[in-house]
């Protein structure tokens, strides 16, 4: 067995020990050959072929095939020390079993040389021959950047260059854009490491990180605004890019992108303005989000346990017996696992795939998981309470002969539905996480409607309310093949906003008003709310990771986010951390909580606030949950309000200060602090036994929410925070909303 694949599987991490490294050889650099054998193989070599002439090239043996941070957009990985994810880590164990790992390091090519080489083991096989050709940087000298919109006077693109290949064709472009000494950088899309990415490396790669993200992140977009140069710009492009953001030179944002040879021009659109006009501006590139349900502003409860009729409504009765009214049920652990279009247990006749059931078409039995769902939703909504289902953009799998499954598999494949590979096959999903499934193209219009149809009897007839949209970073490699004929290179980052974008088309179409919860996306995204910030330890630094998140996400227009009260993951959150998530939540656009599968093991996981004060013993979590809750049932309308005013006018529902405040220095370092609406300034509590804190008070006359006390703004305060209060300030001219807190 001789295998290499020099693209590798697209792992933007992640170089494979079977690719070529880089894939694309640029001139004047070394370059690497790798290859994966069986353990009977003794040797390897490479046989080049340069000019006619042919010289060999032993390969060794080489143990880091597969580390992180070693890939294309290496500069821009997780942090150092995090932990990688174990099940990814689990998938790989297997990737490549009982096999030798060989690698070579070749010489640098010429300008535009073209190359061949071919690989051979001791036992005389061989595998198929490659081509290569050097690619070189050359300056931009016919406008393929082409600079649009509104920049600031002296606001130009400089170091423009492209890298070309012997035809002209162009594969990537790099330029600059200049920053002053005292600008900060926001936006780029939910970032967990750092809000200000002045002195960052981001990339624009739609990724699945599973906890402790660092610079990785599944909604990424290619904006940023420029705070104190009072500038945005967005690239106008879904390929993936990478910026270096003063870190190689203190003035200057580098901005780096892949192209694809057919594409003769791209785009950099430049806005101007305060940075709220600056976002509506850039939202504006794409349809604005209409005004989302107001029962997205209650509490939202989720645990993957909940999988069952009985266990749902038993949880349901429980949070009512404590006085916990819970707006929104989120169940993950829903359908058949297979089709994830009908309840698990469910009975009915298998068609072509061409359509979706009816809901007459279904019957559940009494013994069942679900023995009634459209009973369960109806009395949910007697109660006030809305229900979304878990959804993935994925074919799982064929499943078994003569299955719903089965029949969908076959139809999408037939109809020339999914996304094809570099060989024209049906791509088969490369990650860990529902690995060898087919993806649908959903970026087309047909097919969209056709998922759609599978799940249109959920929403028209059994009156579910909305979908977690979870998944949508499944698509690796920049050869795929989409069915407009574009490449992964170009699409991939896309696919995502089109998966919400179905499920808000089906909403549309049968005249309700839903909602989707979505990890992933791009630019574009803003116009399918809401969104979630993923996965997350019950540590504190998550806790902080995700008002990072929050905030920057909202700076690239995801007005309406939310996170995991407490974090979802691993152990239980302390008492402390579950009342200090509570209380950031109440003041956060989505208040929810959300908890991963422990397979019913003893004790409960659940980060319900019963089940953490069962665990803990400790019965204040009830009570401050409680409290908490009932302030957030009173900023309803406020968010209501407030939430459609951050649509007309570009202001985040939860905006970061310096969205207000743009030419003070010291909102740079209040990190966690932010505004909720234009009247609400929120200082959640970070860290661990924290009895004060200190608070920074921007401009303006603030009243605080527990004393009633009013501070003048412009100045550091020192606050007492115990337990049972999270710092908060009215803006004093808010009278309205004085009367409602207090």
């Given amino acids: 067995m001789l295998k290499h694949n020099p693209s590798g599987l697209g792992h933007p991490y992640r170089y494979e020990p079977d690719q070529r490294i880089p894939v694309e050889v640029i001139a004047g650099h070394d370059w690497q050959v790798r290859a994966r054998t069986d353990e009977l193989t003794m040797s390897v070599e490479l046989l080049l072929t340069r000019d006619n002439e042919t010289s060999i090239w032993p390969l060794v043996t080489h143990r880091q095939a597969r580390s992180e941070d070693h890939g294309p957009y290496g500069a821009t990985a997780k942090f150092t020390g995090t932990e990688t994810h174990l099940a990814d880590a689990a998938a790989r164990s297997g990737e490549y079993p009982e096999q030798i790992e060989w690698e070579v390091s070749l010489p640098p090519l010429s300008a535009y040389e073209k190359v061949s080489y071919q690989l051979r083991t001791n036992a005389d096989e061989t595998s198929e021959k490659f081509a290569c050709q050097a690619l070189v940087w050359s300056a931009d000298e016919n406008g393929f950047l082409q600079q649009l919109g509104d920049f600031p006077d002296g606001i130009t693109a400089s170091d423009v260059e492209l890298l ?69 710009f967005y690239l106008q492009s879904a390929n993936p890019s990478r910026f270096d953001v003063g870190v190689s030179s203190l003035n200057k944002l580098q901005v780096e992108i892949d192209v694809t040879p057919h594409q003769n021009h791209l785009g950099l659109k430049g806005y101007c303005g305060k940075p709220a006009q600056i976002l509506k501006k850039y939202m504006r590139e794409f349809a604005l989000p209409d005004t989302p349900p107001e029962w997205i502003y209650s509490l939202w409860a989720s645990s993957n346990e909940w999988n ?75 109660n006030d309470t809305k229900l979304l289902l878990w959804q993935i953009p994925i074919l799982k799998d064929a499943g078994e002969p003569k299955s719903q499954a089965e029949a969908n598999w076959n139809f999408a494949i037939e109809n020339d539905f999914v996304v094809r590979d570099a060989h024209d096959e049906p791509y088969k999903v490369r990650g860990f996480w529902f690995h060898d499934g087919l993806l649908p193209d959903l970026t087309q219009n047909h097919v969209r409607k056709w998922w759609a149809d599978q799940r249109r009897y959920l929403v028209e007839e059994l009156e579910v309310d909305g979908f977690k949209t979870d998944g949508g970073e499944h698509a690796w490699g920049a050869d795929l093949k989409y069915l407009n004929g574009l490449s992964g290179l170009e699409m991939n980052n896309r696919l995502p906003v089109a998966y919400a974008q179905t499920f808000h088309e089906l909403f549309a179409d049968i ?15 803003s116009s399918f709310p809401t969104f979630w910030a993923g996965d997350e330890d019950s540590t504190w630094e998550a806790f902080r990771a995700s008002i990072r998140a929050g905030i920057s996400a909202s700076a690239s227009g995801l007005f309406f986010w939310g996170w995991d009260i407490g974090g979802f993951s691993g152990q239980l959150p302390t008492t402390e951390l579950y009342i200090r998530g509570t209380q950031m939540a109440t003041f956060c656009p989505i208040m929810q909580f959300h908890s991963e599968y422990n397979h019913h093991r003893t004790p409960s996981n659940d980060r319900s606030p019963w089940n953490i004060a069962k665990q803990s013993g400790d019965s204040a979590v009830l009570a401050l949950f409680r409290t908490y809750l009932d302030i957030r049932k009173k900023l309803i309308p406020y968010l209501a309000r407030e939430g459609k005013a951050a649509i007309e006018s570009g202001r985040p529902l939860m905006a970061g200060l310096f969205f207000d405040y743009p030419e003070d220095p010291e909102i740079w370092k209040a990190t966690y602090q932010y505004m909720l609406g234009r009247d609400l300034l929120v200082a959640p509590v970070t860290d661990p036994n924290c009895t004060t804190m200190k608070i920074y008070l921007p401009q303006g006359s603030w009243i605080e929410l527990w004393d009633g006390d009013e501070h003048q703004g412009g100045k550091w305060i020192d606050l007492l925070t115990p337990l049972e209060r999270i710092p908060v300030f009215i803006n004093s001219d808010s009278i309205d909303l004085i009367n409602v807190l207090r």
């Avoid at 939910?190 to 993200?213: I, L, M, N, P, T």
């Avoid at 005249?511 to 995204?525: I, L, N, P, Q």
């Fill in 164 to 232: 070309k290949d012997s035809d002209g064709g162009v594969h990537r472009l790099k330029f600059s854009l200049p920053m002053q000494e005292e600008d900060h950088v926001v936006g780029f899309g939910e970032r967990f490491h750092s809000v200000d990415q002045r002195g960052e490396f981001v990339d624009a790669c739609v990724y699945e990180e599973y906890k402790g993200q660092g610079h990785r992140t599944y909604l990424p977009a290619p904006f940023g605004i420029i705070i104190g140069s009072n500038y945005g």
């Fill in 308 to 382: 069952t009729q009985e266990r749902v409504q038993r949880e349901i009765r429980t949070s009512q017996e404590l006085g916990i009214d819970i707006g929104v049920v989120v169940i993950e652990a829903w359908s058949d696992e297979s089709t994830f279009t009908v309840f698990r247990d469910a009975q009915y006749e298998p068609n072509d795939g061409a359509r979706g059931h009816r809901a007459a078409e279904i019957t559940y039995p009494e013994n069942g998981a679900w023995p009634n769902p459209k009973m369960m939703i109806h009395d949910l909504h007697a």
């Fill in 511 to 525: 005249g309700k008003k839903g909602a989707t919860f979505s990890r992933a996306g791009f630019a574009g995204s």
